[in-house]
């Protein structure tokens, strides 16, 4: 199981610096940060500047982050930060996702689909899967959260604008699909340069301000990676059970597992792992080609301890009946199928009550 802050505060429980100071129970520590980063996990601990009113010693430092490797062995790194009492309000105040999440509305079962690397075919699954959702005969809409990178709409191939009812979006309407993205609101193709808060603000907007024709499932595309944007766009979303899409190559794997990580720092559920381009079928043969390599699914999921749900073939250009929807007939709809059922009996838990608007 990954690492969560959790874990590390429920281990610092027995630690004693030399004075015989327990640091958790004096009410020291401030906040614990799980981070993936290349070489493994780093563990940041932020402590109080002073224990017993005394400026923590660098000595009682070393000694817990030790204290905290020898418990944690796959961990890269484990910092152990002062800080005064006033600097972490200051954090808190501005690191709290709370205030700008944005409302959803009320008994929707959201499915944020992540990777770590880019290109891997989040948006693609992402389509796929809501397809096969309303398929199954569910309200179904997708909200395309890669405000910078929004690609949703082209893969449904949707040229009809968004119409407004009053000061709100009537989202568009394919394939029983209800669709929002950013691709909506910006001229073509022109970049989008906003960052943090207007980032928040975009996606508050799209999520709010839309009249959602009352969604049973709501499929989240979300930017790749595990930076600061990637981490922004989780945080909105904090019930959002995720899939992760990998390709069966080591290095979207490897990436995929810190995607993972990071998403279970945030205790967010982690339903599966999709593998993407997973083989390719001979149109005249039996044969089947790995282009990509083979086992990235399996070492996900290992180390996460999570299922594999699904491996969808590559669907060959001109195969395709859009852009991105798999073409009726084809071996994937029925993989689609499949993964849309095992959701659907995952039990996922549906949005709280949208509470009126303060
Ligand atoms: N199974 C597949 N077979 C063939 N082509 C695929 C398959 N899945 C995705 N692709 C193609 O790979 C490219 C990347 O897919 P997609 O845009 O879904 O990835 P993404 O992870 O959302 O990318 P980004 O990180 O840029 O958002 C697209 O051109 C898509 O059509
Ligand atoms: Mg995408």
């Known amino acids: 199981m990954a690492l969560t802050p959790k874990d590390v505060l429920a281990a610092l429980a027995p630690f004693k610096t030399a004075r015989g100071i327990k640091p958790l129970k004096a009410g020291y520590i401030q906040d614990i940060a799980v981070e993936p980063h290349a070489d493994g996990l780093h563990i940041n601990i932020h402590v109080d500047d002073a224990w017993q009113g005394v400026a923590v010693e660098d000595s009682d430092r070393e000694t817990l982050s030790s ?36 409302r959803v509305p009320a008994g929707v079962k959201m499915i944020a689909v ?43 191939e949707l040229t009809e604008p968004v119409k407004m009812n009053g000061r709100q979006f009537v989202p568009p309407r394919v394939h029983n699909l209800e669709v929002m ?67 069966p190559d080591a290095n979207a794997a490897r990436v995929a597992e810190r995607a993972g990580q990071m998403a279970r720092s945030l205790d967010r559920r982690l339903l599966g792992v999709v593998e993407n381009m ?28 999570i299922p594999v ?22 071996t994937a709809q029925e993989i689609y199928r499949f993964l849309a059922r095992t959701i659907e009996q995952m039990d996922l838990m549906p949005t709280e009550q949208l509470t009126a608007q303060g």
């Open 67 to 102: 204290f905290v490797k020898r418990r944690f062995s796959d961990v890269g790194e484990v910092r152990v930060i002062p800080r005064s009492k006033e600097q972490a309000n200051a954090a808190r105040k501005i690191a709290k996702p709370g205030p700008t999440s944005p």
């Open 114 to 156: 992540i990777s770590g690397k880019g290109g891997v075919g989040k948006s693609t699954i992402s389509i796929n899967l809501a397809h096969a959702i309303a398929d199954l005969g569910w309200r179904t809409a997708v909200l395309d959260c890669d405000i910078y990178g929004f690609s949703v709409p082209d893969l449904l």
């Open 181 to 247: 993205s950013m691709k909506f609101f910006v001229d073509h193709n022109a970049p989008v340069m906003w960052r943090g808060p207007m980032l928040g603000k975009a996606i508050r907007q799209m999520m709010e301000d839309t009249l959602w024709n009352a969604p049973e499932y709501m499929v989240l595309d979300l930017p790749p990676g595990t930076g600061d944007i990637a981490m922004d766009v989780h945080n909105y979303f904090p019930n959002a059970a995720a899939i992760l899409v990998t390709t």
């Open 278 to 305: 997973s083989y390719m079928n001979c149109p005249e043969c039996e044969h089947r080609w790995f282009p990509l390599g083979r086992g990235g699914a399996e070492s996900v999921a290992e180390s996460l301890d």
């Open 309 to 330: 749900l699904a491996k969808v073939p590559w669907v060959v250009i001109g195969e395709a009946g859009s852009a991105g929807l798999v073409p009726d007939g084809h």
